[in-house]
């Protein structure tokens, strides 16, 4: 038998930052997000060797242990050992024996929260594996736990709960941990024409995003006054994209997306840098309408939204600069396991 797992990555198109306990708990969060047809893989081969196997095949490092309750938190591969201990800890109480192969679409630092992404698809197969009952909300609280609490990674809630739902969705942090996840019926034409006007530009800049997020929270913690004003602002745009996408108004849209990337810029200093403001400006003076950085910012990819008509000029144009250029599409499901005989 052989389980395999996907989860999707996503895009952060508002509010992002918002999700961090430290400002959620006393403020309220709002992030907007979708999912996007690029994924995070997990394999898993039970086996009879009394022995585990874990392979990372995108950054090629394997690690192998004895069959145990309780494995050393790795520091090559802290996701794959973390999980298996809080899986075993929590559903299981007995060593297993397998083989785990996982790959990414999206290197680590991204921005398209590849790391969560991760988290989710593994925790997917083992509920796969193991028939554990697990529902959607289950599984993202899990992820967060293990990916906050167990390994110690700072950030923030949105990544958990959109690689598990997927699709179109607008989040409500609150706090004790409360969690609503509002899936967007976009109306087919809406979805199209947000698809045929964005390109995705890596910048080839992977960056550390814990160190921007533990700026951030330090921020929330000092009630940085200048600070906190901009996280209530991003929480704004998310809340007025939400009601442009309902609407189909591509106008407000690409507004809320310029707004809301000025406003991170403030709520921590190394979310832009000279490179991304020059980059920014180049997109802006080759066709396109707006832009913003996926994620936590200082780096990974870039969010490029246009008119269609002019999206190859614009490509043209990104592809005389280092990086890579993308046009992924959307999708409207969430994490999947299933087995093969």
């Known amino acids: 038998m052989i389980i395999r797992s996907k989860a999707p990555l996503r895009l952060g198109l508002a509010g992002g930052g ?35 196997e874990f392979y990372a095949a995108d950054i090629d490092k394997q690690e192998q242990y004895q069959s145990c309750e309780s494995l050393p938190l790795s520091s090559s591969l802290p996701l794959h ?3 298996y ?4 800890k929590d559903f299981v109480n007995r060593p297993l024996s397998f083989k785990m192969t996982t790959y990414s679409d999206a290197p680590a630092g991204s921005g398209l929260g590849s790391s969560s992404t991760m988290v ?4 997917k197969a083992f509920v796969e594996w193991l028939n554990i009952p697990l529902g959607e909300y289950d599984i993202a609280a899990l992820s967060y736990k293990i990916e906050r609490e167990d390994i110690g990674f700072a950030g923030g809630r949105q990544d958990q709960y959109a690689a598990t739902f997927g699709g179109f969705n607008f989040m409500e942090f609150y706090e004790n941990d409360r969690v609503i996840v509002n899936p967007l019926r976009l109306k087919r034409w809406i ?19 814990a160190n921007i997020i533990s700026e951030q929270i330090q921020h929330a913690k000092d009630g940085n006054k200048k600070n906190i004003e901009s996280m209530h602002e991003m929480k704004k745009q998310a809340v007025l994209m939400k009601e442009a996408l309902l609407k189909g108004d591509f106008n407000n849209f690409s507004k ?36 913003k950085i996926s994620g936590a910012g200082g780096g ?24 890579m250029v993308m046009t992924p599409g959307f999708t409207e499901t969430g994490t999947q396991g299933w087995r093969l005989p």
């Open 85 to 88: 201990n809080r899986i075993i």
């Open 120 to 123: 989710v698809t593994i925790i």
């Open 18 to 52: 918002t999700d961090i306990a430290d400002y959620y708990n006393l403020f309220g969060g709002y992030v907007l997000n979708a999912t996007i047809d690029m994924y995070a893989y997990c394999t898993i081969e039970p086996n009879d060797s009394k022995r585990i």
């Open 191 to 209: 979805r199209n024409e947000i698809e045929a006007s964005l390109v995705l530009f890596y910048t080839g800049i992977s960056r550390e995003s």
């Open 256 to 291: 809320c997306l310029s707004h809301g990337w000025l406003a991170k810029k403030n709520a921590a200093s190394s979310i832009s840098n000279s490179f991304l403001d020059e980059l920014y400006q180049y997109v802006l003076d080759n066709g396109a309408e707006s832009a």
């Open 81 to 83: 050992t973390g999980i």
């Open 300 to 323: 990974g990819f870039m969010m490029i939204y246009c008119n269609p008509c002019k999206k190859v000029a614009l490509i043209r144009a990104l592809k005389e600069k280092q990086g």
